[in-house]
């Protein structure tokens, strides 16, 4: 069974600041990893994904996040954060695409990031 | 708009009643989703569905029942709510195959408080 991580419920930053929320995975096979934002009563908007290719990936508002096979992580980041980045922030894993259970996403419990003024 | 569409957006039930949330997406994608969403749980997946016609339960299936006549709508059924359905609940689809280029597009939500 898959499964997601979030070990920070959650993370204070001063704006300007940089920011790192954390994420760390079990699936087998290799992972599709996602980030989603949520802001309060709203739906969850996706950030960014990594399916394969380089480690470092971009993603929209500015964030990125580094995957790492060996240490299973894949940590959010961005360089300077803003007040408005303050939402909460799930992290989610769907399995290689060959059966249909295995497209479903398993969510971690999501880390609430706040950014200080 | 395109996207993904849950109705209603707030409910309030008493405990045994039933209702049905609904959920409609106009992107042709075939596969569908409902999640809940608990505070310090992230979302759950309850039931998805990978075409019209085929449903298959996930993590937290019990009280709840889904169909897929359509690739259009994907409603939520509660058959006797009870307290513990009190959630925000979660609608999302994504297309098959190489299509899926951002994971999964999600409604907006559907907040049910059983009393």
């Known amino acids: 069974a898959q499964s997601v991580a979030q070990p920070e419920d959650q993370v204070n930053v001063a704006e300007g600041n940089p920011l790192t929320v954390k994420c760390t995975y079990s699936?087998?096979?290799?992972?599709?990893l996602f980030w989603y934002v949520q802001y309060p009563n709203r739906g969850l908007q996706f950030l960014l994904k990594y399916i394969t290719g380089d480690n470092l990936v971009k993603g929209s508002y500015g964030f990125e996040a580094e995957f790492n096979k060996s240490q299973t992580s894949f940590h959010l980041k961005k360089p300077s954060a803003l007040v408005s980045d303050s939402a909460l922030y799930f992290c989610?894993?769907?399995?290689?695409?060959?059966?249909?259970?295995?497209?479903?996403?398993?969510f971690g419990s999501g880390t609430q990031l706040t950014v200080l003024p | 708009n395109a996207g993904v569409t849950q109705t209603p957006k707030f409910q309030v039930l008493k405990t045994g009643q039933s209702m049905t949330l609904q959920c409609a997406q106009d992107?042709?994608?075939?596969?569908m989703s409902w999640y809940r969403q608990d505070p310090g749980m992230g979302l759950r997946l309850i039931h998805y569905s990978v075409g019209a016609g085929i449903t298959d339960q996930g993590e937290v299936p019990n009280g709840y029942n889904v169909s897929r006549s359509t690739t259009e709508d994907f409603p939520l059924r509660l058959l006797s709510a009870a307290p513990s359905q009190t959630s925000v609940y979660f609608c999302a689809s994504t297309p098959a195959g190489g299509r899926a280029v951002n994971g999964y597009t999600f409604g907006s939500g559907t907040r049910l408080t059983v009393v």
């Open positions: 699936v087998s096979g290799n992972p599709y």
């Open positions: 992107m042709n994608h075939e596969y």
């Open positions: 989610a894993v769907r399995g290689p695409v060959r059966s249909g259970s295995a497209r479903q996403l398993t």
